[in-house]
């Protein structure tokens, strides 16, 4: 039984992490088109373009992650070497230059290219070290918890933070609205910084693993992996929900909500407001990232997953019959809570099953390729954001969506493009929840087959941890005679 403080050392690695991620996924589109000043078209094919790298680089890092040899481990190190770095290019990527189109699409492009591969830099080690910190998939489910847990803590304080700093630097400060964005981003960083480093402190590696083959082999045992392949289009599936419903959710609030929005509680008007509906979605995943241990104890990983997402299903078609009223914002409140539950729930359980696959392609293949094995879902994380926030920017081009200039009054919508923003809140995550649904059906680990992988792993380890204790008794008795 590792200790509390590492798991919540672990937790806070994701922490740093989420406030970036959750800024870029629900925000960054929409800073693109009415910020930055991009068009629809040229934001979505940034957005998708750029990600292309992380198909390169997310292996890449996993192979050099998995053969690195430190005293503080192979994947510890990265959390404090490349903190900085991931701060810096967060900040450069909310800031907006005074070039020409041109230019801007450059900064753009280098920008976005720069944040992703540091991101890479530092979270697929950061997912890899759940498969060192403890032999048991128990266990590692546990940390996973502790992990998205503290993941919603820091999507929570960004979200819920990220519009009143805006409005703050730009209303008390009178900073432009440009840079009113930029100065917001330097306040997350500088704490992302500071709990990447934390995490660095309060964790350890304590499972030792060699990988016994060259990396042309890992990458055969990589493609021949059953399980890999289907759990990857299974969280690029789960990925791709969650950014098409919250790289929407900026857009909705703006043309379908208002911006005077105003719900009732305790005979007090609080202002509804998409930092408002998404932070009370952060809490609701912690919620769900409690019962995660328990409901996948009881049901099993794979079916955990699939009833998860047919509740999804249930819960988003639901939300296109909601009202645009005062009770009907009640009605989105209470959706949003129930559906970020069970994305709670979803996000952990994801991570175990990675660790569970990592286990399965050690005792398979004989060779310790965590870095290999979690880059995939660092990938597919990544990917996932990629194809859901061009889609969300492509279909609201398509169907003739207006673009503001930053700070100028609100613009009419064409009803197309009003209904395009419902679908994207509702039928068409619907329908990538059921096609997560088709694809897990097929994942073989149960939770049998987890367990006799983990009982193989235990004895391949202890047979070559008793050999090598013989031969240093040898050594010993050889050197005194």
Not at 7 to 21: A, C, E, N, T
Not at 256 to 279: C, E, K, P, R, T
Request: with cysteine.
């Amino acid at each position: 039984m590792t200790p509390l403080k590492e798991k919540i050392g672990y937790g806070l690695g994701d922490m740093s992490s989420s406030m970036f991620w959750k800024i870029f996924s629900y925000y960054l589109p929409f800073f693109y088109s009415n910020i930055f000043g991009l068009s629809l078209a040229d934001a979505a094919t940034l957005v998708l373009v750029t990600r292309i790298w992380d198909a390169v680089s997310d292996p890449m890092m996993g192979i050099i992650a998995d053969r690195t040899t430190t005293r503080w481990g192979k994947y510890r190190p990265y959390l404090l070497w490349v903190a900085a770095p991931f701060s810096v290019c967060g900040i450069l990527l909310f800031t907006t230059p005074d070039l020409s189109y041109a230019g801007k699409m450059l900064w753009a492009y280098v920008t976005y290219v720069l944040m992703m591969t540091v991101y890479t830099g530092i979270n697929v080690p950061y997912g890899a070290m759940l498969g060192v910190v403890s032999d048991s998939s128990r266990e590692k489910t546990v940390f996973s918890s502790f992990r998205m847990f503290f993941a919603y803590v820091g999507s929570f304080i960004a979200l819920a933070s990220w519009e009143p700093l805006c409005a703050m630097f730009e209303r008390s400060w009178g900073f432009s609205v440009q840079s009113s964005w930029q100065a917001a981003m330097v306040v997350i960083a500088a704490a992302c910084f500071v709990l990447f480093v934390c995490c660095f402190r309060l964790t350890r590696e304590r499972i030792k693993t060699v990988s016994q083959v060259g990396i042309g082999k890992d990458f055969k045992a990589l493609m021949r992996n059953r399980p890999w392949w289907i759990l990857i289009g299974a969280a690029l599936s789960f990925n791709l929900f969650c950014t098409v419903r919250g790289a929407t959710v900026a857009y909705f609030f703006a043309d379908i909500i208002g911006s005077d929005a105003h719900i009732m509680l305790f005979s007090v008007a609080l202002l509804f407001y998409s930092g408002l509906f998404l932070s009370i979605g952060e809490v609701a995943n912690m919620a769900g990232v409690a019962l995660t241990v328990p409901v996948a104890a009881a049901l099993g990983k794979k079916t955990t997953f699939i009833l998860v997402n047919i509740a999804l299903i249930a819960l988003s078609i639901a939300f296109f019959f909601v009202p645009v009223s005062a009770a009907g914002y009640w009605w989105m409140l209470l959706l949003q809570v129930l559906i970020s539950v069970l994305t709670g729930i979803m996000s952990p359980l994801v991570w175990s099953m990675y660790a569970d696959v990592s286990d399965y392609s050690e005792l398979k293949n004989n060779t310790a390729s965590a870095g290999l094995i979690f880059s995939s879902s660092s990938m597919a994380q990544k990917f996932g954001g990629a194809v859901g926030g061009a889609a969300v920017l492509w279909l609201l081009d398509a169907c003739g969506y207006v673009t503001a200039e930053a700070g100028s009054a609100d613009v009419s919508q064409t009803p197309g493009a009003l209904s395009c923003l419902w679908m994207l809140m509702t039928f068409i995550p619907a329908g990538v929840s059921l096609l997560a649904v088709a694809v897990v059906s097929f994942y073989p680990l149960t939770t049998s087959v987890v367990e006799s992988v983990t009982a193989g792993l235990k004895e391949r380890r202890m047979s070559r941890t008793v050999p090598a204790q013989a031969d240093e008794m040898t050594d010993f008795a050889n050197t005194n005679t």
